[in-house]
């Protein structure tokens, strides 16, 4: 839904522009404009922005149970939330995760892209291989991954023949394991069983916006490059790489989020994990709510989680606005 | 200029259409639910298997007594009831609650009580002469300050021990009876290779399970019981007692345990490939649809040291304040707490009926010797299942047990039960 909106903000934005500068003034097609915009701008206000304030102030009430009470708590809410074991492993999580989900994609996805674009003979073959992973829910990924990487059963019946048993995602140890707060600090090596399959997943996202962005240089660019006796190498290291700069920029937004929010995922293939290895904002945060009934501490995670996406998310609408103008 | 106005029709005629598609939801939303007040709702989260046919089986009863009540089954799936119990949370809030609705006996139950949602039922249990025909133990579970609140309709044990009976036979083990026989059975089971203990605690809840278990068996039935009214602190070394043998059984389990969830280590038992799991006994009903037999393939004894005890998880249903029907709903109760309501229920679930005068001769081997065990035992509330405290207080438990489960430190693992602690004045 969000990469979409984000593309498509990127498109029609322009169109827009150009017409207001022709005529200024409140003219009638700026009324229609203003009359057609008006049903999506009131269900927004109300559903989108409307529920972020009542968050932002269930969170700061003491509504512990199913019984609501929103007698003003300031901060407590939060500050329990960062003594909290588990929301501090949250955080380390989200860490690691976004960092290796995030780089693994934009690597992975544009060196796949740069290997279909060399006029492979089944190209369409192949882009629909890697782009299929894309069309199933995370839920179904999950799944799937789960009895993969079971330790028992899955991929490790192969690997033990090489002398090899890793215990994936149900492994609790933590490298380099620094003592900060209440936690061990480090990468909890069962999330990487998890980044596995979120990379799986989202690789083909990737591979093709890489391979849109390919196809936009145009050829004489190329050929020019080829004329003055730059190698292929040197033509994808020095003209073409640089040129795909935006891409990456929007795919790292993109992935941001979505490693930001994940819930699906974790849920359906590892749950919160023991010790809390696998765990994230977005489980923590159902869980308080819809198991626990803490309505006021579920509220702050959610508003928690959305300034960890706001972080990432309003410098790029600030720049992509800069861009246009 | 024609073209324009025929746009500027349409943006109206859109925004039309939305404001009024806007008002219709709303007004249907309201006239369908008094249109719907004229039906019974029951809302539950019995939505497969036995549950459903149970369920299905009960209201064909009732169907038949009451031909003209129109009754509308309102289900919701998922994830042993939690998201039953979100919707169930939003309806009571926005003061539309169902005609009665499935909640766990114990603190799950009074948490509605005690928001004065719920109204009381002693003229009904008096009206049908229900006194006396529930254990004592169980009627104090669904009532408040001397007021009974709900029918429970059915029972499942959760202090169960299950074993694979070829593996105790082929190593000539009897099933544990102490802690003691516990550990000398496994260290045998280890040293030939095969699990002791199979766990699967995905969800946390079952590791809740089986501490909850070993609390049982510690502390006794009123100590536990007091445990959840704060009179009994959790540094009480009865407690500290219970975390040491936790933290040893741990030792015994399945190395993939945080993997499966309680079905996948049931698995292992009837696989063979691990030789005991504690588990509520509506695993019978997962041995059961796996071909295995009750007393030939695998066996049930109660967990270590709680003879005589019975941790009870119960579904009961109450009658919400400010429903529109409140008769027909009491018809409905009256047919829930009636024998022939759950002898049509009970053996259809696998679970045994909340009535100790029923018909025994309707359920299976296993149930047989759980009701005679109902009957004389002491009744303790599970607190894995939201009886025993409120769910507020479990999610910290859960926790707490999570992390305990790998750290394995019984100092921190206290610590944090004391601290969660708190949410119990509430």
Known sequence: MLEREALETAEVTPAIKTKKRKRAGLSKDRWLAFLFLLPSIILLAIFVYGFISWTAYVSVSRWHSLLPDFTFAGLANYQALFHNFRFQADLRNTLFFSVFFIVLVVLLGQMLAIFIDQRLKAESLFRNIFLFPMALSFVVTGVVWRWILNPETGVNLLLKDFGIHPKWYTDTSIVPSWHIGQIDFGLPVALIAVVIAAVWQMTGFSLAMYLAGLRAIPEDVREAARIDGASEFQIYRKIILPQLKPITYSVVIIMAHISLKIFDLIYAMTGPGANYVTDMPGVFMFETTFRGNDYAQGAAIAIIMLIMVAVFIIPYLISSRKGES | ?426
């Open chain 2, 1 to 426: 200029m024609f073209k324009r106005l025929g746009m500027f029709a349409i943006a109206v005629l859109v925004l039309a259409a939305v404001l009024a598609g806007c008002s219709n939801s709303k007004s249907s939303g309201s006239g369908g639910s008094s249109s719907e007040k004229g039906k019974l709702e029951i809302f539950s989260w019995w939505t497969a298997g036995g549950e459903a046919d149970g369920l299905k089986a009960l209201i064909d009863d009732f169907h038949k007594k009451y031909p003209d009540i129109k009754i509308e089954n309102e289900a919701v799936a998922g994830g042993a009831g939690s998201n039953a119990k979100a919707v169930l949370a939003t309806r009571m809030q926005g003061g539309d609650p169902p005609s009665t609705f499935q909640v766990h006996g114990g603190a799950e139950l009074l948490t509605w009580v005690k928001a004065g949602k719920m109204e009381a039922l002693d003229s009904l249990y008096k009206k049908n002469g229900w006194d006396g025909k529930f254990p004592k133990d169980l009627i104090d579970m669904v009532s408040y300050n001397g007021k009974i609140y709900a029918v429970p309709v059915d029972i499942h044990r959760g202090n169960v021990l299950w074993y694979n009976k070829k593996i105790f036979e082929d190593n000539g083990l009897e099933p544990p009876k102490t802690f003691d026989d516990f550990f000398k059975v496994a260290d045998k089971l280890k040293a030939k290779g095969i699990t002791p203990l199979a766990i699967g605690d995905k969800d946390v809840w079952e590791s809740t399970m089986v501490f909850e278990n070993i609390l049982l068996a510690k502390l006794g039935p009123d100590k536990y019981r007091q445990l959840w009214t704060g009179e009994v602190p959790f540094d009480d070394p009865a407690v500290k007692e219970a975390a040491d043998i936790f933290k040893k059984m741990l030792n015994y389990v399945n190395a993939d345990h945080s993997s499966l969830a309680w079905q996948d280590a049931t698995q292992l038992v009837a696989d063979g490939k691990a030789a005991m799991n504690i588990m509520g006994d509506w695993a019978k009903g997962y041995f059961t649809s796996k071909g295995l037999k009750y007393d030939q393939d695998y066996g049930a004894v109660v967990t270590p040291e709680t003879d005589g005890m019975f941790m009870v998880i119960t579904d009961t249903f109450g009658l919400p304040k400010g429903v529109s029907k409140p008769d027909q709903v009491k018809k409905f109760l009256t047919e829930l707490g009636s024998v022939d309501g759950q002898d049509a229920f009970n053996p259809k679930k696998g679970s045994i009926p909340a009535r100790t005068d029923t018909d025994v001769s309707k359920y299976d081997d296993y149930s047989k010797k759980a009701m005679e065990d109902f009957k004389s035992n002491s009744l303790t509330p599970s607190l894995a299942h939201g009886s025993a405290a409120p769910e507020s207080f479990l999610t910290k438990v859960n926790q707490a047990v999570n992390i305990f489960v790998t750290q394995k430190n019984v100092a921190n693992f206290i610590q944090a039960l004391k601290d969660a602690s708190s949410q119990l004045k509430q």
